[in-house]
Structures are given as C-alpha cells and as structure tokens.
C-alpha cells in the first residue's frame, strides 16, 4: 500500500495503533485507587469526577491537575512517579486485560499487520505489560515519558510517531481508543478510529467508529473503517460485525448535551422587563461549580439575563470543543434545569490556542471566514441563544508589540462574526479585560481590542474587572481600580453604546502565603482559593478575625499556620482577601452610576445565599442621589 494513498475499503490497515490505558488493560480503577490514595495522604479527599476528568491525560498534565484541584503539594515528576508506584505494584497481583483486546492483538499478529502501543503512560508502567504478551506483539511501543517536547495526547504527535514507527502512513492506520482525549489525538494525526467507550463517553463523528467491546471484533471487521459514510452520516459509521452491533449508548451523554441546548431558548419573549434604573445581570457558569450549584440554579435562573456554560473552547481555525474535564452528565442537567426559563444561553469559547496562532488566524481573511463559520455552525448545533467571546492569548500571550498588527483584524472579525450571529438571531458578546483612557497607549490597558470600534457590531461587552493581585498577595478587585476601569472604557466606547457594557464583578478570594519563617515541608500549600462558601468556615477554623477595607471594598484577615511532616517545619503567616455581599454591591454600584447594562458575576457557584440577594438588590434598587460618606 502507498504510503500516499489511503486504504481500499477491502483491505487491512497498514498498522493498528493501540492505547493501552481502558482499551488492552482496564488500568484505570487502578489509577483512581493511586490517585485516592495520594490525594487522602495531604488530607483531602478525590471525588470520582475529579479522577474520570484526567482520563487520557498525559502524566505531568494530570500531576499538574492533582496539584491544583487535590492539593498535592509535591513536584510534579514525584507526583507521577508516586502514581506509577501504586499502579505497578496492582498490576503484580493481577493485570486487567480488557475483553476481547488479546485475542484481537494475536489475530493481527498472525494476519501480519503490525501494532504499535500508544499510550501516556510512561515506560516503567508499560514494560511489565508488554511483558505478559507473546514476544513481537508490538513492533513499537510509544510511551509518555519519550515523547519528544512533552507533546502528549490530544496533540498528533504520539500517533504520528506511532505509524511512522511501523512504517506506515497515518490515513492508513486503525487507532484503537477509550477515551476523548486519545481520539482526538488519533484523529488530529489522520487515523481512523475505533473507539471502545470505557471511563468517559465518545462523541461520535465522521472517522470514528464506536463498539461496546473488542470482544467479537476480529480483523475483517477493520476494512470497514475506510469506507465513506452516506451523505448526511455524522453519527457513527458502521462497522459490518454481523453479529454484534454498534453501541449506542456511548453516545447518549454528548446526545442529551445536545439536546439540551436545542431546548434552552425557553420562550421567545426572552428575560422578563428590568425594572427603571435596573442593571441586568449575566453569570459565567464554570463547570467545576456545577456540583454545587444544582441545588440552587432553579431560584437563581428567574433574576438572570444570560448564563454563559463555562466548558467550551477554540483550539483551531475549525476546531471548537468541550473541555475534557468537564461532566457530560452534569452540563447537561445544568441546561436541563435552564431550558424551561427565560434566561438566554450564550456559551463563552475560550481561546486555547498557543501565543500569536488565533492572532494568525485573525490576520488571513481565508481563515478568519472560516472560523467564523466555525462559531456560527457551533451556535447552531447546541442552538444558543448567543455566543460569548472570551479570547485572552492577544492581551496575556501575545505581547502588546503585537497589538497594533491584531487590533483592526480582530475588530474585522467581530464585524463579520455579529454580520453572521445577527442573521440567525443569535448575539454576540465579547469579554475583554479593561482600558482605562480612550488613547492606545501601551501602559494604559489593554487596548488591542478596540472597545470603541466593536461596539457598534456587538450585543455587549464585558469587562473582565477582577484578578488585580495575581503574583503577589493583594486585592482581588479594588474599588478605584474597577472605577479607573469604567471611567477608561466609558471614554472608550461612544456613549450610545454604554448600554452594552457589563461590569464583572468578582465573588471570590485568594488566601495568600505573605511569610514563612523556618523551612517549609513539600506538603505546604502555597497560594490557595476561598469562596463566599468557604471563607468563613477558615476563619474560625483558624481564629482570623475578618476586616472590611472600605478603600478596595474587600475583606480581609490574617492567620499563622504551623506545617509540620515529623522532619521540618515552619510558621506561614498567611492574608486572606475575599470580595463578598457589601463588596458585590458596591461594584454594581458603579456600573448602575456609569449608565452601564449589566453587570456580569464571576462566578456561578462561588457565591452563597447573602451575596446572591445583594447583587440583585443592588442591580434592581433606586440610584441613590449621591455617592455614599466615606
């Protein structure tokens, strides 16, 4: 077979690229049982969605992710060594062979199409699996720890190297996967896919495939994968099994998700009236809230103008995809619970590409159509109400030398982008950091989005007031930085247009690490988050006696905090900054006051039941005659 050429609907794949991780071994409650096991070691507990959402990771992404959300205080690589330990050490009482894997992997052997094994796990892991099978089961084996510059799966790479290794062109190989993130990887590389459900549902699509089990799968089943689906096919592409068929269920998760956005837009008279002088309010709802949230949505849905789903992202000129982390099962009761009211869905879609490539996107019109298609065919599909930009890389990655090239590119693609929203009936809504005077000046904001020039395109503008103190401990939000903010971009932005602006308003804390005397074990935490939920519950735990700064409209308490394993320790003198209810209100305050529209909280499930009822208060309530004393 032509390296050129794709395979005949007849033959055999050139190669069969196997994960191993949920498709040759069921190693993942292994994995769980290790990452509970590490996770409990600091005090802290791993609930099960938190382990479902590192499936298909890379090693370090996942040692990454249990830093962050267990509170494993260790370096990274010990982290995945400690794991790789725990999962051995099982796999020497009993390896898991998943049904029908083996006996699949010996027809191919003896058919005489090679197989490669590609996996994120890393070579010590691998090396006593391998050594279970017959000899030459793998011509290759492709693992984590030797992927060169850490390019893990969902990039190409790993599969790229996969069938190269067995001589191969990639749109000639069979990749055989269990989770998102490895189909991703194998379809970014031009393989086919066969994809055997395991932890995580698979969405299904053109090139993949979807089997309840490789139990029963033999090797005249694969030719079928090269075969074109009918026109109109996007699905699942059959495979010919005969006696077994294809698995629907795995699909059902992405299906519901679907669904219930196709069901959100309520009604078509949309948010009831504000009141006179009223603000409107708009959410950003994250996923990792969502457990908390369910229970209160209901009574918070009715005072809401818009919520944006939190869990979606731009990694390409063509691609828009779900975060892996995220729960199809909770997403899809989130929007559930919202396609009944008359609160509007407008996702937000994150930029996840690297520094300068959406920059590069925006700078070609070819591309710039088509990912303007791309977001309009997105909007279609889950049927929102709007969409709600929220494109970082220019102003965080990029560099402000940059700014002047992007600024007019971007702005062309708002117009074009709103010219095709708009002719659907759908909005458009952009989220951007601040500008705090109307000149481009590079020391002055961030100016690279144009705030004046988009408005006359866009449905609002959000400006994203909050995350001041971020290398070094301080407010989350202070008053006349959010006032510098406003005045800024209300010079920006013509005056008819200040209807379209909406303040975020921060609902959250940091709890910083100021000092430390003595020498700290690696078990300390360093800088960690509070909430409106949990701020209070630290402070009696920890004896900190809360203050209110009326001059950043935060507050505040300090605590010293002993860290001792039994071999070193050390005395952190910690500050813990929060914006809550008297706080929310007071920026709402200065929207209402700037002729502002709305005011936009961040975030959905940092808030408890008092901060709530303040920010709609203070959204709804009279504007006083004159600013409060003091």
């Known amino acids: 077979m032509s390296s050129n050429d794709a395979a005949a609907p007849d033959q055999l794949p050139a190669a069969v690229l196997w994960d191993m991780d949920g498709t040759l071994v069921d190693t993942e409650p292994y994995w769980f049982a290790s990452e509970r096991d590490l996770v409990e070691e600091f005090g802290h507990t791993w609930p099960d969605h938190h382990a479902h959402a590192m499936v298909g990771f890379a090693l370090l992404d996942s040692a990454a992710y249990m830093q962050e959300h267990g509170h494993v205080d260790l370096p990274a690589e010990q982290i995945v060594n400690r794991l790789l330990d725990g999962?051995?050490?099982r796999l020497h009482r009993s390896i898991p062979w998943q049904p029908g894997a083996r006996q699949l992997l010996a027809d191919l052997n003896q058919a005489?199409?090679?197989?490669?094994?590609?996996?994120?796990?890393w070579r010590r892991l691998v090396d006593p699996i391998i050594a279970a099978l017959p000899d030459g089961s793998f011509v290759a084996t492709i693992t984590g720890d030797e992927v060169p510059d850490g390019k893990g799966k969902p990039d190409p790479e790993p599969y790229l190297l996969g069938a190269a290794a067995c001589g191969a062109h990639p749109a000639d190989c069979v990749a055989i996967e269990d989770s998102p993130t490895g189909v991703r990887s194998a379809m970014r590389a031009g393989c086919r896919v066969l994809g055997v459900p395991n932890i995580k549902a698979l969405e299904p699509g053109p090139?993949?495939?979807?089997?309840?089990?490789?139990?029963?799968?033999?090797?005249?089943?694969?030719?079928?994968?090269?075969r074109d689906a009918p026109a109109g096919v996007t699905r699942?592409?059959?495979?010919?099994?005969?006696?077994?068929?294809?698995?629907v269920l795995a699909a059902?998760?992405?299906?519901?998700?679907?669904?219930?956005?196709?069901?959100?837009?309520?009604?078509?008279?949309?948010?009831?009236?504000?009141p006179p002088g009223a603000v409107a309010i708009d959410v950003w709802a994250p996923y990792w809230t969502l457990v908390d949230t369910m229970a209160e949505v209901d009574g918070r849905f009715p005072e809401m103008r818009e919520v944006s789903p939190f869990w979606f992202a731009a990694r390409g000129v063509s691609e828009i995809v779900t975060d892996e982390n995220s729960s199809a099962d909770l997403t899809a009761r989130f929007l559930e619970r919202a396609r009944d009211t008359a609160v509007r869905i407008v996702p937000s879609i994150r930029d996840e590409t690297s520094a300068g490539v959406m920059a590069a996107i925006l700078a070609d019109p070819t591309s710039r159509t088509q990912h303007v298609a791309t977001i309009v065919d997105f909007a279609e599909r889950v049927d929102a109400d709007g969409i709600d930009l929220d494109y970082?890389?220019?102003?965080?990655?990029?560099?402000?030398?940059?700014?002047?090239t992007t600024s007019p590119n971007w702005v062309a693609f708002v117009a074009e982008l709103a010219g095709e929203l708009h002719g659907e009936h759908r909005t458009l809504t952009i989220s951007v950091p601040p500008v705090y005077d109307e000149a481009a000046t590079g020391d002055r904001g961030y100016w690279v989005y144009d705030h004046g020039a988009i408005a006359e395109y866009v449905d609002a503008i959000r400006i994203m007031t909050y995350d001041y103190s971020v290398a070094e401990p301080g407010p989350i939000a202070p008053l006349a930085w959010v006032q510098d903010s406003v005045d800024?971009?209300?010079?920006?932005?013509?005056?008819?247009?200040?209807?379209?602006?909406?303040?975020?308003?921060?609902?959250?804390?940091?709890?910083?690490?100021?000092?430390?005397?003595?020498?700290?074990?690696?078990?300390?935490e360093g800088r960690t988050g509070v909430t409106a939920r949990s701020v209070e519950a630290l402070a009696a735990r920890r004896g900190g006696v809360p203050a209110f700064d009326a001059a950043t409209g935060e507050w505040t308490f300090a605590y010293s905090l002993t860290v001792d394993d039994g071999t070193t320790a050390c005395v952190q003198n910690r500050q813990v900054g929060w914006v809550d209810a008297e706080g929310v209100a007071a920026r709402v305050e200065i929207a209402r006051r700037a002729g502002w529209g709305g005011v936009a909280l961040w975030a959905l499930g940092y808030e408890d039941a008092d901060v709530w009822q303040s920010l709609v208060t203070a959204s709804h309530s009279p504007i006083p005659s004159a600013p409060p004393a003091g």
């Open 236 to 247: 699942q592409r059959e495979l010919q099994f005969g006696r077994r068929q294809m698995l």
């Open 112 to 121: 005489g199409v090679p197989c490669a094994l590609v996996t994120m796990s």
């Open 252 to 274: 059902l998760s992405t299906i519901a998700m679907v669904i219930g956005f196709a069901m959100i837009r309520g009604g078509d008279d949309g948010p009831p009236p504000l």
């Open 392 to 404: 970082e890389q220019f102003a965080f990655a990029d560099g402000s030398a940059t700014w002047a």
């Open 207 to 226: 090139g993949l495939t979807i089997v309840d089990s490789l139990d029963g799968v033999r090797v005249d089943d694969l030719p079928g994968l090269f």
């Open 87 to 89: 999962v051995i050490a």
């Open 488 to 524: 800024g971009t209300s010079m920006a932005v013509p005056e008819q247009y200040h209807d379209k602006l909406v303040l975020g308003v921060p609902s959250y804390g940091t709890n910083w690490v100021v000092s430390t005397a003595g020498e700290c074990p690696v078990t300390a």
